[in-house]
Nanobody
Framework: VQLQASGGGLVQAGGSLRLSCAAS????????MGWFRQAPGKQRELVAG???????NYAASVKGRFTISTDNGKNTAYLQMNSLKSDDTAVYYC?????????WGQGTLVTVSS
């Protein structure tokens, strides 16, 4: 299984971006689909995640601004990011979990200019 993340870029503070992460290869149901980010000099952190049953979890810093969604028919996860701040600048990674195995995407850079 390979994950392909896309949608990053440069945006002004207050703007929006939508990230996508599509799985290819041996396709099966994922138990978890989520987005993490890593800013320079910081540890990778969970931004948003969604379980197969639909329960979601967000980092406190993005609640109300970011929304995670999935298209299970396409094995794709999305992260809609609104009201972006300079603190959101990071490399964003998607992670899917199936049958106890973790799969990571390659990362997509989001840069928010103030």
């Amino acid at each position: 299984v390979q994950l392909q993340a896309s949608g990053g870029g440069l945006v002004q503070a207050g703007g929006s971006l939508r990230l996508s992460c599509a799985a290819s290869g041996s396709i099966f149901r994922f138990d978890f689909m989520g987005w993490f980010r890593q800013a320079p000099g910081k540890q990778r952190e969970l931004v948003a995640g969604i379980l197969s049953g639909g329960a979601t979890n967000y980092a406190a810093s993005v609640k109300g601004r970011f929304t995670i969604s999935t298209d299970n028919g396409k094995n794709t996860a999305y992260l809609q990011m609104n009201s972006l701040k300079s603190d959101d600048t990071a490399v964003y990674y998607c992670k899917f979990v199936a049958r106890g195995v973790q799969y990571w995407g390659q990362g997509t850079l989001v840069t928010v200019s103030s």
